[in-house]
């Protein structure tokens, strides 16, 4: 997997019917550390837009 593997990449292939953690973790292991943080970084970003949005609803 390139450096240029997206957080929506790894998404697609956690998606994928039959797909083994062996295989993610593999993917995931090709990535160097700065580009995993910012993966994580953009994730929790996303999830806190999400439950942001969540709370409004709720209000």
Known sequence: MSATTSLRDLVDLANE???SRAKIEAKI???DRE???GML???VYIVSIYM???EEEEE
């Open 17 to 19: 019917p039959d797909v």
């Open 41 to 43: 970084i953009k994730a």
């Open 35 to 37: 580009t995993i943080e």
């Open 29 to 31: 292991k090709e990535l």
């Open 52 to 54: 942001d949005g969540k």
